[in-house]
């Protein structure tokens, strides 16, 4: 059984990784459905604890206390040790920006980044969550995750436009993940960041479970010069953290 305060706590927390901008209280307490009275509340006791801060905008962030607590959480993560060299061989060979994210519900949850020394600026980064039907990671969760999986999340996700490149309807998103699942990886073609191009493969546990995804982003023109290198080098990466993670 949840506690309601503890509920809403962390419902303030998950908002507010969404919206890096800041959010005042009447933004908070609107988009939770939330009395202003609870939200001032549970907001004064985050920030006294150091969960959340303020700027003289009286908008509120995440907290640099959080900061400690999501690091120890990737580093306890198996797969963040056993990728980690793996990611920074894949980011040398192709010298574009790496990224690795793993399923959180309904939404993509990042845990890795290796930066190339020319990385384009994007708005991914560990412990951001992003949609999962947009961009190149989350398609990969939506190609090889089981059929039934797959429809109860396409079922309950709203197909919004993010950029003039996102897919919007249904059909047409089932017919190239279908694609996807034939070639072993998945693309993002400007559909969440405009100018950025994302090749994203599937990485399995030793239960055969769909684990993770790793990917390579980088701007578009400078990717598919080098796309097949950057396929070859992301497959390959994909299945050495696959057997790292004891699949067979």
């Given amino acids: 059984m949840s506690v309601k305060s503890a509920k809403r706590a962390l419902d303030i927390?998950?908002?507010?990784?969404?919206?890096?901008n800041?959010?005042?209280?009447?933004?908070?307490?609107?988009?939770?459905?939330?009395p202003q009275s609870?939200?001032?509340n549970l907001l004064k006791t985050l920030h006294s604890e150091g969960y959340v801060r303020q700027d003289s905008m009286k908008l509120y962030y995440l907290g640099e206390?959080?900061?400690p607590l999501g690091t120890s959480a990737l580093e306890s993560l198996d797969i963040h040790t056993v990728a980690k060299p793996y990611l920074a061989d894949l980011m040398k060979a192709v010298k574009e920006t790496v990224f690795m994210a793993m399923l959180s519900k309904d939404e993509l949850v990042y845990i890795a980044k290796m930066d190339a020394d020319r990385s384009i600026r994007t708005t991914a980064q560990p412990g951001y969550k992003k949609p999962i039907y947009c961009t190149g990671l989350g398609k990969t969760f939506l190609a090889f995750m089981p059929e039934t999986e797959k429809n109860?999340?396409?079922n309950h996700i709203t197909l919004e436009k993010i950029t003039a490149?996102?897919?919007t309807d249904r059909s047409q998103l089932e017919e190239q993940l279908q694609l996807f699942q034939k070639q072993g990886y998945s693309i993002d073609d400007e559909e969440n960041e405009e100018g950025l191009y994302c090749l994203?493969?599937?990485?399995?546990?030793?239960?055969?479970q769909l684990l993770a995804a790793v990917s390579?982003?980088?701007p578009k023109d400078r990717m598919l010069k080098q796309k097949e290198t950057v396929i070859t080098n992301l497959r390959d990466t994909a299945k050495l953290i696959s057997n790292g993670m004891g699949y067979v």
Wanted: charged fraction near 20%; hydrophobic fraction near 45%.
């Fill in 13 to 20: 927390l998950d908002l507010l990784a969404k919206h890096t």
């Fill in 65 to 67: 206390k959080l900061i």
């Fill in 165 to 167: 490149n996102t897919i």
């Fill in 216 to 218: 390579v982003a980088g």
């Fill in 152 to 154: 109860s999340l396409l």
């Fill in 38 to 40: 609870s939200t001032f």
């Fill in 200 to 208: 994203a493969a599937p990485i399995f546990d030793s239960q055969r």
């Fill in 22 to 34: 800041g959010l005042t209280i009447k933004n908070i307490g609107d988009k939770l459905e939330l």
